[in-house]
């Protein structure tokens, strides 16, 4: 079983893949930038372990929005421009933006449509009892007030496995639909 796909909650979504797989291009990087296109105004939290991870991510999400391919498309499509390019919030004319933050991070009065956890558990820290219980701690009271419609929001969790009581593993044990499984 190289991986899962699997509904958290209603419209939440786990990716577990291995190291290497493209997950956080596909997820973090290229989907906020592909979901603009479609519709400028949804707003994102993207979160890690790291600030500077998450920064990362969103910086080459930047990179491909600011592209002259990526450009063009907007231009042709007129559907709207940035108008932030912080690498930590990310905004454009639609009132979309792309929050970055972490699990130490500060994201008190930020909601968002859609919420993107990127390696929530350091694999460095893994094995400590209470860097889990704070990355679990974030994911199951920090996150869910930080949607902006409970009916409709969602978040997608992606990350490689590390240790059984991870977040995925928190996730994993609830009783919940697979959607798909050895991807």
């Excluded at 893949?17 to 994102?44: E, H, N, T, Y």
């Excluded at 919030?89 to 979309?96: C, D, F, M």
Aim: aromatic share 10%; with cysteine; proline share 4%.
């Amino acid at each position: 079983n190289c991986g899962n796909v699997r509904l958290a909650q209603p419209k939440d979504i786990l990716f577990n893949l291995p190291p290497g797989s493209s997950k956080s291009m596909i997820v973090s990087v290229m989907f906020p930038a592909w979901v603009w296109l479609i519709k400028p105004s949804v707003k994102f939290i993207t979160c890690s372990y790291s600030h500077s991870i998450a920064e990362y991510l969103s910086a080459k999400s930047l990179k491909v929005m600011t592209s002259m391919k990526y450009l063009e498309i907007v231009n042709i499509t007129r559907t709207f421009l940035l108008t932030s390019t912080a690498v930590g919030n990310i905004k454009n004319s639609r009132n979309g933006f792309r929050f970055t933050t972490s699990t130490n991070g500060t994201i008190t009065g930020i909601h968002a449509d859609i919420i993107i956890c990127d390696d929530i558990n350091s694999p460095q820290s893994i094995y400590s009892d209470t860097a889990r219980e704070e990355a679990l701690r974030f994911v199951k009271e920090v996150l869910p007030t930080r949607k902006t419609n409970l009916k409709s929001s969602f978040t997608i969790y992606v990350q490689q496995r590390f240790h059984v009581n991870d977040v995925s593993g928190w996730l994993l044990d609830k009783p919940l639909m697979i959607l798909k499984n050895n991807l």
